[in-house]
């Protein structure tokens, strides 16, 4: 057991919850995203299977090849994900970051009827660029907002799940084009990386917003931080970042980006949650289920 299993154990205590990480020769590993603290995002490994830690990626391919088990907690992170999402839709349309900072500096604010005015979620367009389970989770926000529903993903998803949500699928080009409000879901692969930049973006209404909560890399940040400045889109809410912990430059420096550390996880309940699924993986491994959450051919 020892020899042939626990190569790399680490136990963090975050409040109530104990978070798991468990590495092993030849069996499984239990991959948390999104911690919130010092995130360990990707694991690959080396000659010796000791790990190294990068952005984005396990090395699936050698777990593959070598019986490792690579499993995550999907159920957890579906819900909060959306929320954080549709919550920065909210912020960026009603301008509310932007006015809490204004607001506490002496004689910024304006007050009157057509003074901070901005712009309501109702009967516009959401388009979702990755339809799974968060893009899902969003869409059906979204329906109780009373909002349009476009998608794009890379498979189509059924007609029962098109008809619950009102959701029409487009090619990515026209979502881009029609859309008033665009989220990012999608994985991050050699597809999707700066899926958008400075030719997608110029694709978007002027008076459109642009929501990532998937992976920084999906966007080419800096040609994103330039969109900004020059105005071509209405303003960005990003949870990711293509380099974190840096954060590009010029968006810090921007009133229409809203920027928060990777928080799309980060609540009690999600700790717990993803904790007690961790732990119903390993043990669910070392009993032999096959029903515990796999990522790879074992």
């Known amino acids: 057991m020892l020899k042939h299993a626990i190569r790399y154990f680490i136990i963090r205590r975050w409040r109530e919850s104990i978070v798991i990480f468990e590495f092993m020769r030849s069996g499984m590993i239990n991959l948390l995203h999104n911690l919130g603290m010092n995130t360990v995002s990707d694991i690959v490994f080396d000659d010796k299977l000791e790990i190294t830690y990068i952005k984005d990626n396990i090395d699936m391919k050698y777990a593959d090849e070598h019986g490792i088990v690579v499993t995550n907690t999907p159920d957890p992170v579906t819900e909060p994900t959306a929320e954080l999402a549709f919550g920065l839709m ?20 304006k007050w009157g009827l057509m003074q901070n005015i901005g712009s309501t979620m ?21 329906v109780a907002a009373k909002m349009n529903i476009v998608y794009y993903s890379r498979h ?90 840096i954060v590009e430059p010029l968006l810090m420096t ?11 996880t980060a609540t009690r309940e999600t700790r717990q949650d993803t904790a007690i699924m961790a732990c119903e993986n390993i043990l669910g491994f070392y009993a032999g289920k096959q029903d515990i959450h796999r990522c790879g051919k074992w």
């Open 90 to 109: 909210h912020s960026l349309c009603r301008r509310i970051v932007e006015l809490d900072r204004d607001i506490r500096i002496k004689d910024k604010i």
């Open 122 to 142: 109702t009967n516009k367009t959401l388009g979702i660029i990755g339809f799974g389970r968060i893009g899902q989770a969003l869409a059906r926000r979204a």
């Open 156 to 245: 189509r998803v059924n007609e029962e799940i098109e008809n619950l949500y009102h959701a029409k699928y487009v090619p990515m080009n026209e979502l881009l084009k029609i859309a008033d409000f665009v989220s990012l879901n999608t994985p991050l692969t050699a597809e999707t990386t700066h899926l958008i930049g400075k030719e997608q973006l110029a694709l978007m209404k002027p008076s459109a917003f642009l929501v990532n909560t998937s992976r920084g890399a999906v966007i080419n940040e800096h040609e994103l931080a330039e969109a900004l400045r020059d105005n071509v889109i209405a303003g960005a809410g990003l949870d990711v970042y293509e380099k974190e912990p």
């Open 254 to 264: 921007l009133n229409n980006a809203i920027l928060v550390p990777h928080i799309g």
